[in-house]
């Protein structure tokens, strides 16, 4: 246990003004930051420059760092332009050029961190295609609601007429064609056609409806 006074020394910002209790054996001294502060330190931490202010000095990079230049540099679409100033957060907003053409003010933080990445007409884009594309299981499910041509030979969609007289029904799952069988009578083939809808696309629009609530 050394007995050295450490009043009145320095250690970066802070300035030893006396000793504090103990813990321990560990000496502990009360220290006055350049700030105007007062922290209580270990002399350990003091000596090995582990501890150097009491806290401000962290605080003060991480706004440095919020504060970096960013002109010129691109986060997605966007390409900032200038610094516009603190927002009630503190934090600094830029001013950014949208490649499709707007401008929008967007915090540094959301900028670094690839939040936001355009002016917002990114999102809506991807809204749109997932409209486009509720899929379930592969189905996209919003063209099944759809009205489907109607087949001319019928009148009926997903059922047609052959040459010999018979009617074919049929539909679309997947991208690929289901035979729902050949049948004597116009009406069977409709038949055949909404039994087919009930059993193939029924579960793919109650799906997608369950996860809609
Ligand atoms: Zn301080
Ligand atoms: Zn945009």
């Not at 050949?182 to 629009?205: F, S, W």
Request: with cysteine; hydrophobic share 30%; glycine share 10%.
């Amino acid at each position: 246990m050394s007995g050295i006074d450490l009043t009145g020394n320095r250690y970066g910002r802070l300035v030893v003004i006396s000793e504090a209790e103990r813990v321990g054996e560990n000496r502990r001294w009360v220290c006055k930051c350049d700030c105007g502060n007062e922290v209580t330190v270990y002399g350990s931490s003091l000596k090995r420059g582990r501890t150097k202010s009491c806290g401000c000095l962290r605080k003060e990079r991480t706004t440095k760092a919020d504060e970096r230049d960013l002109s010129g540099r691109r986060f997605g679409k966007l390409l900032v332009i200038e610094k516009l100033s603190k927002n009630e957060y503190g934090r600094i907003i830029w001013k950014c050029m949208c490649d499709c053409g707007s401008e929008t003010e967007v915090a540094y933080y959301n900028l670094v961190s690839e939040k936001t990445t355009s002016c917002g007409c990114v999102r809506v884009g991807h809204l749109n295609e997932a409209l486009e594309t509720q899929r379930v299981d592969g189905v996209v499910v919003p063209k099944l609601k759809q009205k489907v041509r109607v087949d001319s030979s019928t009148g009926h969609k997903g059922v047609s007429k052959t040459k010999n007289g018979k009617y074919v029904a049929r539909l679309m799952v997947k991208g690929k064609d289901k035979y729902l069988g050949t049948h004597e009578t116009l009406e069977l083939a409709i038949k055949a056609r909404k039994r087919g809808e009930e059993l193939y696309y029924k579960p793919y629009i109650e799906a997608l409806e369950g996860n809609n609530d």
